[in-house]
C-alpha cells in the first residue's frame, strides 16, 4: 500500500474537494452580503477533472475524500460524482460537509451512490439568529436536511457548529443538545480567522464548560473513525457524542493529514498558506498523470509545519505563494 509524508513525517491521506465557491447563505464568518465574486463557471473544475486528480491523489496514497463548498449540494449532479468518486481505486471514505438545507431533498440519493458520512453545520437552534447569522431564513430546512440524512442510514452523521466570536453560549447549548435526541456526533469548531481578520482567542474552553454545567460530565470518547480532528466525549443518557475543534486554542498541526482542492483547482497545503500547486493549469494544457503526480509531490515538501493563526504568514522554509489569496471560507472549503 502506498502511503505519503510530508517533510515533517505526518502522513497525508486525506483530501478536501471544494466542488463549488457558490453558496445558498451569507454566514457572517464565510462570506459578504453582497459584492460576492465567484469563480466563473467555466474555469471551476468538472467533475470528470476532480475525478481524473483524486485518481492521482489515490496513487499517492490519499484514501480519504471530503466534498465541501460552498455549499456542495448547490452543484447538481453531485450523487454522480459521490459514485464516481467512491469508484476509484484506493478511495475507501468519502463524505459531505453541507449545510443541509437541500439535504432533505437529496439525502437517499446520496446514500445511494455510496456516500460514507454527512457533516451538518447549524450554529443555533433559534430561529431568529439563525437567519440573522446566515441572512437566510433556512432553519427549518437545515433541521429537515439532518432527519432526511439519518433517515436515510447515511452511516455516519454530525453537526458542525462554529464557535465564532459572535456566537452566544445559549446557542452552544441548544446545539449540542441534538446529541441526546439524534445519533449524531455534535462537534464545536473553533473559528479560524481568513482575509486578515484579527486571531481570535479559541472558546472551546468556555463551551466546555457550559455544557458541563448543564449536561454533567463529559468522558473522553474514542477518536474519530473517519480521521477528524475533533478531541470526543460522551454524555450519560446522550445517543451521540460531542466533540471540540480547537485549531485555534490547541493547534494539532502535529497530526495535520489533509491537503485541499479548491473549485479553482488549487492544491492548497495549509487553510492559512497560499502555498501550494495550480493543478487546472497542468489538467488543461494536455499533462498526463506522471507530471501532474509530480508536482503534487513537490508541493507537499512545502506543506508548513504549523500555523500561526493568521493567514498569510509564513515559515522561512515555505515557497512562495503560488495559489491564489481567498478571501473567504466559502472559496477554500474549510
Known amino acids: 500500500m502506498v502511503t505519503m509524508h510530508d517533510s515533517s513525517g505526518r502522513h497525508i491521506h486525506y483530501l478536501r474537494i471544494s466542488v463549488t465557491d457558490r453558496c445558498n447563505l451569507r454566514c457572517r464568518y464565510c462570506m459578504p452580503e453582497t459584492g460576492v465574486s465567484f469563480i466563473p463557471h467555466e474555469d471551476v473544475l468538472s467533475y470528470e477533472e476532480i475525478v481524473r486528480l483524486a485518481g492521482i491523489a489515490a496513487s499517492l496514497g490519499v484514501d480519504r475524500i471530503r466534498l465541501t463548498g460552498g455549499e456542495p449540494l448547490v452543484r447538481k449532479g453531485l450523487p454522480s460524482l459521490v459514485s464516481a468518486l467512491k469508484s476509484v481505486k484506493g478511495i475507501r471514505f468519502v463524505g459531505l460537509t453541507t449545510n443541509g438545507i437541500l439535504l432533505g431533498e437529496q439525502a437517499h440519493a446520496l446514500k445511494d451512490a455510496g456516500l460514507d458520512a454527512v457533516n451538518i453545520s447549524i450554529d443555533t437552534l433559534?430561529?431568529?439568529?439563525?437567519?440573522?447569522?446566515?441572512?437566510?431564513?433556512?432553519?427549518?430546512?437545515?433541521?429537515?436536511?439532518?432527519?432526511?440524512?439519518l433517515a436515510a442510514g447515511i452511516g455516519s452523521v454530525k453537526v458542525n457548529c462554529v464557535l465564532s466570536p459572535d456566537s452566544l453560549p445559549d446557542d452552544w447549548l441548544a446545539v449540542a443538545g441534538l446529541a441526546?435526541?439524534?445519533?449524531?456526533d455534535v462537534r464545536f469548531i473553533e473559528w479560524m480567522p481568513l482575509a486578515g481578520e484579527q486571531r481570535p482567542e479559541g472558546r472551546a474552553d468556555e463551551a466546555r464548560a457550559m455544557i458541563q454545567d448543564t449536561y454533567g460530565q463529559l468522558e473522553p470518547a474514542a477518536s474519530e473513525s473517519d480521521g477528524g480532528p475533533a478531541r470526543l466525549s460522551s454524555l450519560p443518557g446522550f445517543l451521540g457524542k460531542i466533540g471540540f475543534i480547537e485549531a485555534m486554542s490547541r493547534a494539532f498541526c502535529d497530526r495535520c493529514n489533509r491537503l485541499r482542492l479548491t473549485a479553482?483547482?488549487?492544491?492548497?497545503?495549509?487553510?492559512?498558506?497560499?502555498?501550494?500547486?495550480?493543478?487546472?493549469?497542468?489538467?488543461?494544457?494536455?499533462?498526463?498523470?506522471?507530471?501532474?503526480?509530480?508536482?503534487?509531490?513537490?508541493a507537499?515538501?512545502?506543506?508548513?509545519?504549523?500555523?500561526?493563526?493568521?493567514?498569510?504568514?509564513?515559515?522561512?522554509?515555505?515557497?512562495?505563494?503560488?495559489?491564489?489569496?481567498?478571501?473567504?471560507?466559502?472559496?477554500?472549503?474549510?
Open 300 to 334: 507537499i515538501a512545502v506543506k508548513p509545519r504549523a500555523h500561526q493563526g493568521v493567514q498569510l504568514r509564513r515559515e522561512a522554509a515555505a515557497s512562495e505563494p503560488v495559489i491564489a489569496s481567498v478571501r473567504g471560507m466559502y472559496q477554500t472549503g474549510g
Open 126 to 149: 433559534d430561529a431568529d439568529r439563525y437567519t440573522a447569522n446566515t441572512r437566510r431564513p433556512e432553519l427549518a430546512r437545515a433541521l429537515a436536511g439532518l432527519d432526511a440524512a
Open 264 to 298: 479553482a483547482g488549487d492544491l492548497k497545503l495549509c487553510l492559512f498558506y497560499d502555498v501550494g500547486v495550480a493543478l487546472k493549469p497542468l489538467l488543461r494544457s494536455g499533462a498526463d498523470d506522471a507530471i501532474i503526480r509530480a508536482a503534487i509531490e513537490q
Open 180 to 184: 441526546k435526541r439524534y445519533p449524531a
